[in-house]
């Protein structure tokens, strides 16, 4: 049978339901709804165990490539010319169920709904997870994506050590998952993204679906502050060297950096670690991050120099040495406009309750947009929890955006630019 154009076909939510709590399953935190799959981690290599099989069962091409990125599709040459979705299966330490499994799990569903239906398709679909999204293990986030665009080199990404000391290409050889399929990969006619929105935005509207013009621009810096260990009780407040006191003021400076310049721009310091962080020692030395992000590249720039500038002075004034590392740059990411009207229009036809707005989060979307046109489709996280086992998105609104990304996907197979 061969697809009318805008036709679509409907997916089963209650199977896709029990896939996302099926892999919810495979590093379980217990006594929540969470999990924790680290990338490249033994829970890691259980759910894209997992996910394989669900591919291969359905008959479909399923290539793993040299940074252990996974496609399948209907095609016989893999994503060339398809019409490709996906996300990720990695998660944070303490992550939650919908985070990257609903986009990788509902492209699956979509695509064994699109087979059962009997449908011949002008142009393949395809479901990808690409490796290291979060980043949580080793740096950059939204790694593998990266590298499958090109923007980042196989022999880079094996190199990268991680925060617990082991290398990206011995983990991904000791899982079972350093493929032979060509990195950068082939090239999609398109690529839709599902993803919950991981912020308040849908839930405190009461929408179904968030239509994603684009994503935020990202700076992740780390700053070692090095001053001088001294005993907390005998060395005077004037002659101390102290990285604490710098950190905690290059803390407040980002806040108020941001709140300053206002718009989108947002500023958070994620991690602060102290050495030798004992008690009554005054530290020897204070390793931080710093992450800034906003949806205009100007202003970015501008709270990075405004943030270099402070950071520079603060640790002047205490006598403190400062080094930092970019851990992650990317510019903001406009979508495809034909895409995101696509998307828009097939809600509105869809009855669903929306609106247009950007992602604050960063999404393997971005990376793919730099090779095909590109989108996402978000829906609702509950009071915007995210990345913590209790992040919830109801029911219906998983079913409703998969149903809405079959819609998007299937029109797309039709469409020529």
């Known amino acids: 049978m061969r697809l009318p154009y805008g036709a679509v ?6 199977r896709l339901l029990d896939r996302l709590a099926e892999l919810a399953q495979i590093g379980a ?44 599709s209907t095609g016989g040459d893999g994503a060339t010319g398809a019409v490709m979705t996906g996300s990720h299966i990695d998660t944070v330490g303490t992550g939650g169920r919908y985070d990257g499994n609903l986009g990788v799990l509902a ?44 923007g980042m080199s196989v022999e880079s990404v094996l190199k990268v050590e991680g925060a617990d000391g082991t290398i990206v290409g011995e983990e991904l050889e000791r899982i079972g998952y350093r493929g032979s399929a060509p990195c950068p990969g082939a090239i999609p006619h398109a690529y839709v993204e599902l993803h919950i929105e991981q912020g308040p935005v849908l839930d405190r509207a009461g929408l179904q679906i968030g239509v994603v013009e684009g ?3 990202i700076s992740w810096t780390e700053l070692v502050l090095t001053g001088q260990s001294n005993h907390a009780g005998t060395t005077p407040m004037a002659l101390r060297r102290d990285p604490m006191a710098v950190a905690a003021e290059v803390a407040v400076a980002a806040r108020d950096i941001a709140l300053e310049l206002g718009g989108s721009q ?7 670690t102290l050495h030798p962080n004992l008690v009554n ?18 202003t970015l720039q501008l709270a990075e120099n405004q943030l270099r500038i402070r950071t520079a002075e603060l640790a002047e004034v205490e006598g403190v040495d400062v080094t930092s590392r970019a851990l992650a740059r990317f510019e903001p990411v406009e979508f495809d406009g034909r895409v995101v009207n696509q998307i ?41 929890v995210s990345h913590n086992p209790a992040e919830h998105t109801e029911e219906q609104d998983l079913i409703a955006g998969a149903q809405l990304l079959a819609d998007t996907l299937l029109a797309l197979t039709e469409v020529t630019w």
């Not at 009997?118 to 590298?147: H, K, T, W």
Request: hydrophobic letters at 40%; one cysteine or more; charged letters at 20%.
């Open 9 to 14: 076909v409907s997916i089963d939510g209650a």
């Open 29 to 72: 935190i217990e006594g929540t709804q969470g999990c924790s799959r680290l990338a490249f981690s033994d829970a890691d290599r259980e759910g894209r165990d997992l996910v394989v099989t669900w591919m291969r069962d359905l008959g479909l091409t399923v290539t793993v490539d040299t940074v252990g990125n996974v496609v399948a």
């Open 107 to 150: 492209g699956l569903e979509v695509i064994e709904a699109t087979l059962a239906a009997g449908i011949e398709l002008q142009r393949p679909l395809a479901v990808a997870f690409f490796s290291n999204e979060e980043g949580s293990r080793y740096p950059p986030d939204m790694m593998g994506s990266l590298a499958y665009v090109g």
């Open 215 to 217: 994503v935020q621009g």
């Open 266 to 272: 947002v500023a958070t310091v994620g991690s602060l």
């Open 281 to 298: 020692v005054v530290p020897a030395n204070a390793t931080m991050t710093i992450d800034l992000r906003n949806t205009d590249e100007k």
């Open 344 to 384: 828009e229009q097939l809600a509105t036809k869809s009855g669903l309750s929306m609106r247009r707005m950007p992602s604050g989060a960063g999404h393997d979307a971005q990376m793919l947009s730099r090779i095909c046109p590109t989108a996402m489709i978000f829906v609702p996280s509950v009071d915007g």
